[in-house]
């Protein structure tokens, strides 16, 4: 016998607690029959046209996404918006979703340490650390042995799929890297946090040009890292990976599946 939405949404805020969500944030049980029976699930990063479409054409009982649909206030989901279209469609084909968002960024195998781990951090900590010390925003980490930017920028290439916006860097190729702080998704507002001062590198996504300049002119007086800035959606879709593993484990006889879909919002990119 399969499990309900609702067994199968205390399974998800128990793998990610809802405690650790930001107080801005709009994860957890977001649509659905919360009696319905789920065989199976499909992970995504974001509840998108694609995704729902292939999630209605597996017929999966669950969308699990990153991204909560309603993270913004909406005073309609009316079928002429993206939003009330998605949510009808996912309600007529009896597709339950729920998101796990800020609250699966800050446990110990959350958006940022898969990051960090598929880099091969060791001793790894947080950027900002939680009530519990593991867990928290970011991830702070040394390599088994040095390297430089541009090699670390190559070896991200290999690591992430590759998307239009590509990688890009504000740094000294041939520098040394030790230490290297990582924030899965837009992370600019950790950019004067102590443990991304102290990195050698701070890898995110969504720079803007202004924190990104401020910060590159405070490093070359006060020192600072190196920034590498990639797909937002790239630096979170590594962790699906994981998240469907423990959902397999802790749902046994539920079938996971893992979006293959980019759902990175740029399609191609013109280099000058």
Not at 20 to 44: C, H, N, R, T, Y
Not at 222 to 250: C, F, K, N, Q, Y
């Amino acid at each position: 016998m399969h499990p309900s939405v609702a067994e199968v949404n205390v399974v998800v805020e128990t793998l990610w607690p809802m405690v650790g969500a930001e107080v801005w944030d709009a994860a957890g049980f977001l649509a659905g029959d919360p009696a319905a029976s789920v065989g199976a699930i499909l992970l995504a990063v974001d509840a998108v046209a694609d995704t729902v479409d292939e999630a209605i054409e597996l017929g999966v009982d669950l969308l699990l996404v990153h991204h909560p649909l309603l993270l913004r206030g909406v005073t309609t989901i009316a079928g002429n918006r993206y939003k009330g279209a998605l949510l009808t469609r996912l309600i007529k084909a009896d597709c339950a979703l729920i998101a796990a968002h800020t609250n699966a960024d800050v446990v110990e195998t959350g958006t940022s340490a898969v990051f960090a781990t598929r880099l091969g951090l060791r001793d790894q900590r947080p950027i900002v650390a939680g009530t519990d010390g593991a867990r928290g925003i970011g991830r702070v980490g040394t390599l088994p042995e040095p390297t430089t930017v541009g090699r670390l920028a190559r070896l991200l290439g290999d690591v992430l799929p590759a998307t239009a916006s590509g990688i890009r860097v504000s740094g000294d190729f041939d520098a040394f890297v030790t230490t290297i702080a990582v924030c899965g998704g837009a992370g600019d507002g950790y950019l004067a946090e102590p443990a991304v001062l102290a990195a050698d590198v701070y890898i995110t996504s969504d720079l803007r040009h202004h924190p990104a300049s401020e910060a590159r002119e405070n490093a070359r007086i006060t020192g600072g890292p190196a920034l590498i800035d990639v797909s937002h959606w790239a630096s979170e879709w590594l962790w699906l990976d994981v998240a469907a593993e423990e959902l397999r484990a802790a749902l046994p006889g539920v079938t996971v599946t893992v979006s293959e879909i980019r759902t990175d919002p740029w399609d191609f990119a013109i280099v000058q």
